[in-house]
C-alpha cells in the first residue's frame, strides 16, 4: 500500500498508509493528521486541506483543475507547490509521495 | 474539575467536538453517544457520489476506529440518548445506562420536514438524511424509474441530479415559483433550473402536492390543480427541523433550535450545543440564526469544545454553504437577508459567474457558480466589513478583492 509522508506545522513527519482509491485529504483525516481540517470533505469548497507538496513530486501528480487554482489563491500563504489535498487521488505510484502541512489553515 | 465530558450526536459536530477536546489537551473521559451504529462520517455525499455508487463506504467515516481508540475515546453507536436530566447532570440511555456528566454537548441535529399530506406514508416515499435511507433509495433508481423528488431545494435537487446520472426518469415538483428560493438570487435559479432540463430533469414550480396515491405502494403524485404524476419512487426534500426533544424535555430554552449564546453555552451553565440544532447569534450579522451546514456544526463544536475545556471564544464566523449538481459547483458565503443591492458579476451563459448582495457598500453575501475566486475573496471581504464600489463590482474582469 502506498505510504506517505507528512510534515506537520510543528515539523514532526508522520507517515500514513493511504489505499489507492482515495484522496490524499482522506487518508490524512482518517488517520487525524495534524492540520488538515478539510471541512468541505472533498467537495473543493473550503481549501482548508491545504498541502505544499514536495517540489520532485510536483510534476508527478495531475495539475490542478480551474477550480482547486480559484481555491489555492486566496488560501494561507500559498506557494507555487501548494495543492489542495482532496484533489489529489491515491495511485500506487505515489508511494512515498512527501507533503507539509502549513502552520494554518482558511 | 471537568472529569467527564459526553458528546450526543455523531455527526460533524461530534466528531470535531472530540478532535479539538483531545488536541487542546483535555485528558479525562470523553464519551461520544450516537443513535447511529455507524462511526461518526459525513452525510453530504449521501445525496451524491455515494447514492450513485461512485464512493464506498469506507470513505464516508471521518476517521479510522483506530483514532478513537488511540485518544481513548468511549463511542456509545446505536445507543439513543432518551433523558436529560440537567439538575442531576445525567443523561440516560434507550437501554437504561444512565450516564453522570460534568459537561455535555448536544449535537443533536436536525430531522426531515415530514410530509403531512394523505398517502404520505406509503411505500416508496423516502426521506434522504441518514447512512440507512440510502440502500432503499439506491434500489429504487433502477434505470427507467419514474422519480418525483417534492422540494426544490439542496437535497431535492442534489437527489434529481444523482437519479439523473442513474438513468431514472426524474420530475422536481416546487411549491415556490422557482427552486432554491430561499437560499438564491432568480438568476442562479433560473442557471440551475436550465441545467437540470438540459440534463432531462422535468422541473415543476409553482405545484403544490396534495396527496400521494397507490394501493400500497407509491404510484402517483397529485397536485392541487389537479395534475398527477405517476411515480415508482418519491424522494421528499420540504426541509428540516432542529431536533429539540431531549433539550426542550430537560427544561432548555429553545426556540426553532436549543438557544445558545456566542459561546455555544445553552439555558444550562454545564450544557453546551453545535449544529442544526441551535438557535445562536451570529455576530457578524446581528441577528440569532439556526444554520443547517458543515460549516456551521464543526465551527460551533470547536468553540463549543474549547468552552467547555475551560477556554473563553466566541463563534463568531461568516457562514458558508455549497452544493453539487450534475458538473456544477455551487458556493455561497453570507447571509443576504437585509441586503439593498444585487451585483452580478459575469454572465450566466459563461456557466460561471457570482451575485452580490450589498447593503451600501457593504458585502453581506455572495453566490458563486463555478467561481471559486470570487467566493474565496468574498469570506475574506465579508467578514472583514470591507467598503465596495458598486461600480467596480459590476466589472467581471477585475478581481472581486480589487472592487474597493
Redesign the interface.
Known sequence: MPKIVFTGPGGRRREIDAPPGITLMEAARQNGVDGIVAQCGGACACATCHVYVDPAWLGRLQPPEEMEEGMLGTAWEPRTNSRLSCQIHITADLDGLEVTVPQRQG | MISTILIIGGGQAGAQAI?TLR?DGYGGRLVLIGDEPHLPY?R??LSKKYLSGDM?AD?L????RS?YD??RIELKLGRKAVRLDAAARQVELADGETLAYDRLLLCLGAASRVLTCPGAALAGVHYLRGLADVPPIQAAFRPGARLVVIGGGYIGLETAATARKMGCDVTVLEMADRIMNRVVAPCVSQYFAQEHVTHGVNIVCDMRVIRLEGRERVERVVCADGSSHAADVVIVGVGAVAATELASEAGLSCDNGIMVDEYCRTSDAAIYAAGDCTNHPSLRFGRRVRLES??NA?EQAKTAALNMHGKEVVHDRVP?F?S?QFDN?L?IVGLSQDYDRQVLRGDPASRSFSVCYLKGRELLALEAV????D???A??LIAERTLLDPGKLADNELALKEAV
Not at chain 2, 467515516?61 to 479510522?64: A, N
Not at chain 2, 463555478?370 to 475566486?373: I, L
Open positions: 478532535d488536541r459525513q453530504p455525499p464506498a470513505r467515516p471521518f476517521r479510522h483514532f488511540e485518544h458543515v460549516d464543526f458558508w455549497w453539487d459547483k458556493l463555478n467561481h471559486s475566486k467566493y474565496m475573496s469570506r475574506k
